[in-house]
Nanobody, 118 residues
Framework: QVQLVESGGDLVQAGGSLRLSCAAS????????MGWYRQAPGKQRDLVAS???????NYADSVKGRFTISRDNAKNTMYLQMNSLKPDDTAVYYC????????????WGQGTQVTVSS
């Protein structure tokens, strides 16, 4: 069973930066897509950024130009570099990994809190 563990969440002032990490218990080489989602209180969980095994990247419009997603297969870790943070970025950030075979299998981390103060 693959486990994903997020880290790096913190309280930061607007304009600041954070780097989130998502460490997998096993190899991430077999994941077709990995991504970061976030969920603010009372809101749905939304995609922030995703990266495929071939390196294709997608960002939500609200974070384009500010956030950068990357994955290091050798370290079995995915990252989210977040710059120019805004109070609207405040949420619990979740790591997601998808393995597509005969069926689609999603794995989720437990989440890490990011709070941006104004």
């Amino acid at each position: 069973q693959v486990q994903l563990v997020e880290s790096g969440g913190d309280l930061v002032q607007a304009g600041g930066s954070l780097r989130l990490s998502c460490a997998a218990s096993g190899t991430i080489f077999g994941f077709n897509v990995m991504g970061w989602y976030r969920q603010a209180p009372g809101k749905q969980r939304d995609l922030v950024a995703s990266i495929t095994s071939t390196g294709s990247i997608n960002y939500a419009d609200s974070v384009k130009g500010r956030f950068t997603i990357s994955r290091d297969n050798a370290k079995n870790t995915m990252y989210l570099q977040m710059n120019s943070l805004k109070p609207d970025d405040t949420a619990v950030y979740y790591c997601n990994a998808v393995r597509i075979g005969m069926i689609r299998k999603d794995y989720w981390g437990q989440g890490t809190q990011v709070t941006v103060s104004s």
